[in-house]
């Protein structure tokens, strides 16, 4: 996963501004959210895989930026950036909070945590996108970014990547 | 999200339909399976045919209540993972504990053995 997963000339690629918006911390607004992102990618001729691993993806995201990242406060703000880069539909998410590291997160397919009913959702996003990453704002917060890079045919390459 | 419950064959089929996700079929999951624990269900299958969506709260809230099912003598089982679903299972390897279905019948049949 990650950047091993792109070639130079995605990573490299001319960033396509799609749309910015800025939102409070309100559970209510994420479906409004996930329906903008899965249009816009629907638009740009990616398949219907990568519409729901996106779907999922800025779903997940969006929900940990708002519950955790911002611990739920109203007042703080989540901002959401969709652009294309390449063959990439990115997404970053900012929030106010603190971060984590992915790195250190317990793998949810190990033995004894795959009984647990929490702790599957940044592993799946990390499954399911490309380029995943969690950076600390210049001032204050949180950017958590990933892409989703257009399939060809079939979902090989998704499949591929589940077994790594 | 809805849930839809019906017996067979002394099988308790919750028909879902809708989305599963935090804050919402999560919660209506959990006190279904509650009332079915209350009213000594041992055999309970989950029809997800209608599940269009599922997030990673959804995941846990089955998986919750798989373990609370088991742990009160019984057991829980799927029926009709769609694509996506499945996806979602096969990553996280739940595919490796659930009992899943895609036929009715066969599903109900296997609460017999």
């Known amino acids: 996963m990650g950047h091993s997963d792109l070639s130079l000339a995605q990573t490299n690629a001319v960033e396509t501004f799609l749309v910015e918006l800025n939102i409070p911390s309100e559970m209510d607004l994420v479906n409004m959210v996930v329906d903008l ?3 816009m990618i629907g638009l740009r001729g990616f398949s219907d895989d990568d519409v729901s691993a996106v779907r999922f993806a800025i779903h997940e995201t969006l929900v940990n930026a708002i519950k955790y990242g911002n611990k739920g406060k109203t007042s703080a703000r989540v901002n959401i950036k969709f ?5 990439c539909f990115y997404t970053d998410i900012d929030d106010e909070g603190k971060g984590f590291d992915p790195d250190t997160l317990a793998n949810p397919t190990d033995p004894e945590n795959l009984l647990s009913d929490h702790g599957r959702g940044i592993f799946l996003v990390k499954s399911l996108t490309e380029d995943f990453s969690v950076r600390k704002l210049p001032d204050k917060g949180v950017r958590v970014t990933f892409c989703r890079l257009k399939r ?3 979902d090989t390459d998704m499949k591929h990547k589940r077994e790594v | 999200m809805k849930i839809k419950v019906r017996e067979r064959e002394g099988v308790t089929i919750l028909d879902m339909s809708g989305d599963i996700t935090i804050g919402k079929g999560d919660v209506t999951l959990r006190k279904e399976i509650s009332e079915l624990v209350h009213n000594e269900k041992k055999k309970v299958l989950l029809n997800l045919r209608k599940v ?3 997030d990673s709260s959804g995941i846990g809230e089955i998986v919750r209540s798989f373990t609370t099912i088991q742990k009160n003598g019984g057991k829980l089982k799927l029926l009709h993972l769609e694509s996506r679903v499945r996806d979602l299972f096969t990553i996280t390897r739940l595919i490796t504990i659930f009992e899943t279905f895609e036929n009715e019948k066969d599903a109900v049949d296997s609460f017999k053995d």
């Not at chain 1, 652009?83 to 063959?87: A, E, M, V």
């Open chain 1, 83 to 87: 652009y294309l880069k390449g063959d």
């Open chain 1, 152 to 154: 060809l045919g079939n």
């Open chain 2, 52 to 54: 269009d969506f599922i």
């Open chain 1, 37 to 39: 992102g899965t249009s």
